[in-house]
């Protein structure tokens, strides 16, 4: 395959802008066949030669990934016949064939919603054997008893269907009549956040996906906004979530 510049190589890669990529250059995180690269205009055939990122190998597909912010109204599926999807509102710029919400979150939820076109990652950091988790703020109607919400929440809630949930996280965020929590969850069930405070005598009146993995949703984004992931973005959903 004919050599193209490193930086051109990465871009094309669907998941960084020229700019951040000559950044990740400059930062010393990007080496090819084992040497750090500082020239982002050295030529590289992108088969031949084994380009990595921060330690990682460099996809070498064409996929997008699109973190929206999602505002409640607009339903997480690819076409619906009566609502507005998350696909409808994606930038002109960014809709090409085949994407789809890796996940879902309610119509009323707003917040990180990662659409793709990319399935085996779909499949990969929605499979709970992969725990990639879910970090959720949720405002209540009421106040849960936090010591006993810790514990069912962490030895894994039972839903009134009888399902079981694995572990998860709770913290209080804001300690009024109406209480905010962070949850963290490790899979993704129907209404799974909601369902899990009903168990507890509370209803979620407002909940927003504020993380998927290591990623955090970008604060500068509006609801209703989206923007391409960069390649070290896409690495950090995977990634063990450091709290
Ligand atoms: N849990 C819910 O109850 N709703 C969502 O949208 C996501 C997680």
Redesign the pocket.
């Known amino acids: 395959m004919a050599k193209e510049r490193l930086d051109k190589i990465i871009a094309s890669a669907g998941l960084s802008t020229r700019s951040e990529v000559k950044l990740l250059i400059k930062k010393g995180l990007v080496s090819v066949n084992g040497r750090v690269v500082s020239d982002p205009a050295l030529k590289f055939d992108c088969e031949a030669d084994e380009i990595m990122i921060d330690s990682r190998p460099l996809r070498k597909g064409k996929f997008v990934y699109i973190m929206l912010n999602k505002p409640k109204g607009v339903v997480s599926a690819t076409n619906d016949s009566k609502d507005v999807t998350v696909i409808d509102i994606l930038p002109e710029d960014f809709k090409k064939k085949n994407l789809f919400p890796a996940g879902?979150?309610?119509k009323d939820?707003t917040g990180f919603c990662l659409i793709t076109d990319d399935g085996e990652f779909a499949h990969n950091i929605l499979s709970p054997a992969h725990h990639v988790s879910?970090t959720?703020i949720a405002q209540l109607d009421k106040p849960v008893d936090f010591s006993v919400a810790v514990q069912a929440f962490k030895e894994g809630v039972v839903l009134g269907d009888g399902t079981v949930l694995l572990s998860a996280d709770l913290e209080l965020v804001e300690n009024t009549l109406t209480p905010t929590y962070k949850v963290v969850i490790n899979e993704?069930k129907y209404?799974?956040?909601?369902?899990m405070f009903a168990t507890l005598g509370s209803t979620?009146k407002e909940?927003k996906?504020i993380k998927i993995g290591g990623l955090v949703l970008d604060s500068s984004l509006k609801e209703g906004e989206a923007r391409l992931l960069t390649e070290e973005e896409l690495f950090k959903i995977t990634e063990s979530d450091v709290k």
């Open positions: 879902r979150l309610d939820t879910k959720y993704g209404h799974q956040v909601r369902r979620v909940l996906r």
